[in-house]
């Protein structure tokens, strides 16, 4: 039986309370008695987002473990303590890198709308402890609750903030010129922050592929071999996407400029393979659904034609859109898959890809 949700407010409030606690006395060993800056070197915002990030990760652990999603994950059916386990530290290390990135630009803002203003010790130790406080309580409530649905939700976010903290810190203020990978040639923040999120969040869709289609496995379970097959080939397809995702990042199109090519041409080819087959893949899948990967598609291959050979704009629009219609056909197809356990009664209509116990039917009079 799971905790009540009051349950797990409560103890994410202790979470968030001890992190306020941890964070604003390590804030005050690091600074001592002095005037602390909001943002830059040694300042108020780089404790906080480093600290933030470290103890966030920790909470979202703390969370999957005392709900037991770890325990559940880690079951011989879902793929064993391994996977559950990389599952687990995937998502941790997302959860940092967005509480880093978030923090880190929110005390930049606050910076430049106070120009020369410092905090007393006191007040720096206060905000750099409640900053802690809100990425712990809300990672725990991350960890205590994580369905497919959140999850593509968080890869979505954490995706456009790691992408948009690189552009606004691009050395190059004309990098949009060439293309959207030249965010990721630089040394500096910009650099590191686009390839490291496209390698997070890589490996992060591979721990979707298993939680969005958990459901489908289990119903699989039951029903003849083609059936167990083609979960295998969907889970496999999403798993694909993080890896060449991952590899972008991992291949800088200036170091290893054919491989990253290849690999950012086999995303959209993957993702072409997906759409031409989903409703083989998931037949309870509507054709509404499947009409729309075709029009994905489509915009998809007008924006390539208006790119080459007609010029009309750069290669930069042709990556955003093929980007953004992805990511929306992904999540829109984790809640078409919680809808078709909702229809075969595994799920309640709310649960959004969460297991919930079978569905009870009223006795008829």
């Not at 990030?53 to 391994?82: K, T």
Request: proline share 4%.
């Amino acid at each position: 039986m799971s905790d009540r949700a009051i349950t797990i407010e409560s103890r994410a409030v202790v979470v968030g309370a001890l992190a306020f606690i941890l964070l604003g006395c390590v804030s005050l060993v690091v600074f001592g008695w002095n005037d602390v800056p909001l943002a830059g070197r040694q300042s108020a915002g780089e404790v906080a987002a480093l600290g933030a990030a470290l103890l966030g990760a920790g909470a979202y652990i703390a969370g999957q473990v005392m709900s037991g999603h770890a325990q559940d994950a880690g079951s011989p059916r879902s793929g064993g303590r391994i996977r559950a386990a990389l599952d687990v530290g995937a998502v941790a290390l997302a959860v940092a890198f967005l509480a880093f990135l978030l923090w880190l630009g929110l005390f930049s803002v606050f910076q430049r709308a106070f120009l020369g203003a410092e905090l007393y010790p006191l007040a720096g130790a206060a905000l750099v402890g409640a900053t802690a406080a809100l990425s712990a309580y809300f990672a725990f409530l991350s960890g205590s609750g994580m369905t497919a649905y959140r999850l593509a939700a968080l890869l979505a976010v954490f995706l456009a903030s790691g992408i948009l903290t690189s552009m606004l810190t691009a050395a190059d203020p004309n990098w949009w010129i060439e293309n959207l990978s030249a965010l990721g040639t630089g040394t500096n923040l910009s650099g590191v922050a686009f390839n490291a999120t496209l390698i997070v969040g890589g490996v992060v869709m591979t721990s979707l592929s298993s939680l969005a289609t958990k459901d489908q496995e289990v119903t699989a379970s039951s029903l003849p071999p083609p059936a167990g097959r083609r979960v295998r080939s969907l889970q496999l397809g999403i798993a694909l996407l993080g890896v060449l995702l991952a590899c972008v990042g991992l291949f800088p199109v200036h170091q290893q400029y054919v491989i990253h090519v290849i690999v950012a041409s086999g995303m959209l080819v993957v993702f072409g393979v997906l759409v031409f087959n989903i409703r083989k893949l998931v037949p309870e899948l509507t054709v509404t659904f499947g009409s729309l990967g075709f029009v994905f598609l489509a915009i998809i291959a007008v924006a390539v034609v208006l790119y080459f050979p007609l010029a009309y704009y750069n290669l930069t629009v042709v990556e955003l859109i093929a980007a953004f219609l992805i990511f929306a056909w992904l999540i829109l197809l984790i809640r078409n898959l919680a809808a078709v356990e909702v229809d075969r009664g595994r799920l309640t209509p709310d649960s959004t890809g969460s297991r919930c116990p079978e569905r009870v039917e009223s006795p008829q009079v």
